[in-house]
């Protein structure tokens, strides 16, 4: 049994970029920074299915790979209009100050509406890009967190909490976790 290996340890800080263009260009690559963020975590949801034999008293005898579904949680701190356009479809910018704000209409909140049209490219650039992997989602769906909130108060600082669900881009592409140079963002 090989030992463990203490430089395999990861902590991946990092920046998030929305629709890079051209890896090979400075950073944020044809694309544009989101934010500040406290906290990321990407999730592979994997999907399972229970066989269970009745003969035997119902025990568990096998499971059905059933997929995976891939996520980005992530905890932005302030107010970034780039990460407000991207995650709001009801983002409108001041016509005074030029930030962007929220305002929400009939129009704008009606249910039912396919997110699919605001999907993004996502691409996760950790600080040290030549030993540790980036995050690609190739087509992210930007939602709010359901238990986000804006806190109004002085002892906490804002935090927006989002979810990017990644779904197929037209090339049947869904996620990649490999050294930035590995990456093809097609």
């Not at 049994?1 to 263009?21: I, N, S």
């Not at 407000?84 to 983002?91: C, D, G, M, V």
Request: aromatic share 8%; with cysteine; charged share 20%.
């Amino acid at each position: 049994m090989a030992a463990g290996d203490l430089q395999t340890v990861r902590f991946l800080p990092g920046r998030w970029v929305k629709d890079p263009t051209d890896l090979s260009a400075a950073y944020p690559y044809g694309g544009t920074e989101l934010g500040n963020h406290i906290e990321a975590m990407v999730m592979p949801n994997q999907v399972v299915f229970e066989v269970r034999a009745e003969e035997y008293g119902n025990i568990l005898t096998d499971v059905v790979d059933g997929g995976r579904t891939w996520a980005v949680a992530l905890q932005v701190r302030g107010w970034d209009d780039d990460m407000i356009e991207t995650l709001f479809p009801s983002s409108i910018r001041g016509y005074i100050s030029g930030k962007q704000g929220i305002k929400e209409t009939l129009d704008t909140s009606q249910a039912g509406k396919l997110a699919s049209n605001r999907a993004i490219k996502l691409l996760h650039v950790p600080d040290d890009t030549l030993n540790h992997e980036a995050t690609l989602l190739y087509c992210a769906i930007p939602l709010v967190d359901e238990a986000a909130e804006f806190n109004r108060q002085r002892r906490n600082e804002t935090l927006i909490g989002m979810i990017f669900w990644a779904v197929p881009d037209y090339n049947g592409n869904i996620y990649a976790h490999q050294r930035l140079s590995d990456i093809s963002l097609v």
